[in-house]
C-alpha cells in the first residue's frame, strides 16, 4: 500500500498533467507492482495528515527489535485536494496494481503557462519540497521537484547518511516529455555516475490537449485508480494497443564501469473491448540477462502476472507468477449511508473490464506470488474503520521448519 507522502506526490503528479507512465523507468510497472510487492517484516504505525492543500506531515513509529521512527514534511507550491482522511481515500488510489496505460495528450505550448498582470509576467512554475528523518540513525533524506516547463521536469533526491562513502549521495533526474517520446538525463555522485534513458511510442492515438491559459488538471480516475486522460472521446478508428521501446545508457566516471539495457511493451489503451493485458520483453546485453513478462487484468477484481527470466552466459532461469485480487462486500442495504471512498471504489461500467458491480463496494485486495524455488509472499491489504492496513507474510515452501521467513503488519490513520 502507498505511504501517505507517496500518495500526495501522485496528487502532484495530476495536478500538474505529469504522465509517470510514459517514461522508460516505468516499462515494467504493471509486473513490478503485481510481483515485486513488499511485505512488512515488523509492526509499523503511520499518523498523517494533510495540514493545508500545500502542506502534508507523516509521523512513523516501528518497532524492529527496537523501537525506530521517522519524522516527513512536504510542501507543494501547487495547492492540493486529495482526499486525505484514511476512512474515506479511494483503496483503489492506494493500492499499487494493474496499469491501465490512457491515451497520449499533446503537451501544452509553454506559451499557455504564462500569466499577465499589469504588463508584468506573474507565472510560477510548480514545486514540491520533501524531507524525511529518520530515528535513531538521523538518516535524512530529501527530495526536489520542480516543473520547469509543459515538457520538462527536473527532480533532484539526496540522502544524508554517515555510513554512506562521502557522508551520503545525490541523485538527480531532468525529464523531457514530448508524448511521443521522453527521455532522461541522470546524474549521481555515487560514482559520478552519467545515463540517459529514452522511450519512443508507436501511437497513432494523440488527442490534442487543453485550449486553457492554466496549466492542465486530470481529476478523473480509472477503475485501476490510476489518472485517466479527461475529455477524450473514443471512436472505432482509434487503435486499440501502444507498441513502445526503450533503452537506457549509463557510465560511472570514478570506477569507470558502465552498463546498458533495452526493451519493448505492448499495452492495450481503453478503447480495446477486451481484456486489458501488457506484455514486455527487456534485455541487458553485458549481464547477458533477458527479462519477459505478461500481465492481464482479468476482471475488475482480478489480475494475473507472470515473468520469466533467462541469463544467456549461465543459462540460469526463473519463473514466477502472481496475482491480485480483490475482495468487496454487499452494499444494496446501506447505499444511502455510502462514503465517498465506497462509491470511488465501486467499479464502473467499462467494455474492457467487463459487466458493472454496482451493488458491491471493495473493501481489501489480496496479492500473492510464488516462484519455482518455492519462495511465496502474501500481502493482505484493507480497511477497518478509520485504518488502513497492511499484512504481509513470506515464506519458503521447501524451507521445512523454518518455513516462515517474515510476517509484519503495517497499520495508517489520517484524519
Known amino acids: 500500500m502507498l505511504w501517505f507522502m507517496d500518495y500526495v506526490q501522485l496528487a502532484f503528479y495530476r495536478a500538474t498533467a505529469w504522465d509517470r507512465d510514459n517514461s522508460y523507468g516505468a516499462l515494467t510497472s504493471t509486473s513490478r507492482n503485481l510481483l515485486d510487492f513488499e ?67 499533446h503537451p501544452v505550448e509553454a506559451s499557455q503557462w504564462e500569466q499577465w498582470r499589469g504588463g ?7 514545486a514540491m519540497l520533501y524531507g524525511r528523518l529518520f530515528l535513531p540513525n538521523s538518516t535524512l533524506e530529501a527530495m526536489y521537484l520542480r516543473r520547469l516547463s509543459p515538457k520538462t521536469q527536473l527532480k533532484v533526491s539526496c540522502v544524508s547518511d554517515s555510513r554512506l562513502a562521502n557522508g551520503g549521495t545525490l541523485l538527480a533526474h531532468l525529464q523531457y516529455d514530448a508524448a511521443t517520446h521522453c527521455t532522461e538525463y541522470i546524474y549521481s555522485t555515487d560514482g559520478a555516475l552519467l545515463g540517459v ?42 487503435p486499440h494497443g501502444r507498441f513502445s521501446v526503450g533503452g537506457e545508457v549509463y557510465y560511472g566516471l570514478l570506477n569507470k564501469s558502465g552498463g546498458i539495457s533495452t526493451g519493448l511493451r505492448f499495452s492495450t489503451l481503453p478503447s480495446h473491448t477486451g481484456f486489458p493485458y501488457t506484455m514486455t520483453l527487456t534485455l541487458n546485453p553485458l549481464m547477458g540477462s533477458l527479462s519477459g513478462t505478461y500481465s492481464v487484468c482479468a476482471s475488475p477484481m482480478l489480475a494475473l502476472s507472470s515473468r520469466f527470466d533467462f541469463n544467456v552466459y549461465s543459462y540460469e532461469s526463473e519463473l514466477q507468477v502472481g496475482t491480485e485480487l480483490w475482495r468487496r462486500r454487499p452494499i444494496a442495504s446501506q447505499e444511502g449511508s455510502l462514503t465517498s471512498a465506497a462509491k470511488e471504489s465501486m467499479p464502473s461500467k467499462n467494455p474492457s473490464h467487463g459487466a458493472s458491480s454496482s ?6 485486495c489480496v496479492k500473492a ?43 495508517q490513520y489520517s484524519p
Open 39 to 105: 511485505t512488512p517484516n515488523n509492526l509499523r504505525f503511520h499518523v498523517s495528515s494533510l495540514v493545508s492543500p500545500n502542506y502534508a506531515s507523516s509521523y512513523t513509529l516501528g518497532s524492529v527489535g527496537l523501537v525506530d521512527g521517522s519524522l516527513s514534511y512536504l510542501y507543494t507550491s501547487r495547492s492540493l485536494k486529495p482526499e486525505s482522511r484514511s476512512g474515506a481515500i479511494s483503496l483503489r488510489s492506494l493500492v499499487p496494481g494493474y496499469r491501465h496505460l490512457q491515451n497520449l495528450q
Open 359 to 364: 451493488g458491491d463496494v471493495l473493501s481489501g
Open 197 to 238: 534513458r529514452g522511450l519512443y511510442n508507436f501511437a497513432s492515438e494523440l488527442a490534442y490537449g487543453h485550449s486553457s491559459s492554466d496549466p492542465p488538471s486530470y481529476t478523473a480516475a480509472s477503475t485501476a485508480g490510476d489518472i485517466a486522460a479527461p475529455h477524450l472521446r473514443l471512436n472505432p478508428s482509434q
Open 369 to 411: 506470488r510464488i516462484n519455482q524455488r518455492g519462495g511465496m509472499a502474501i500481502l493482505w491489504e484493507g480497511r477497518i474503520k478509520e485504518l488502513l492496513y497492511t499484512c504481509g507474510i513470506t515464506m519458503d515452501l521447501r524451507g521445512g521448519e523454518n518455513m516462515f521467513k517474515g510476517i509484519g503488519v503495517e497499520v
Open 120 to 126: 508584468r509576467r506573474v507565472d510560477r512554475r510548480d
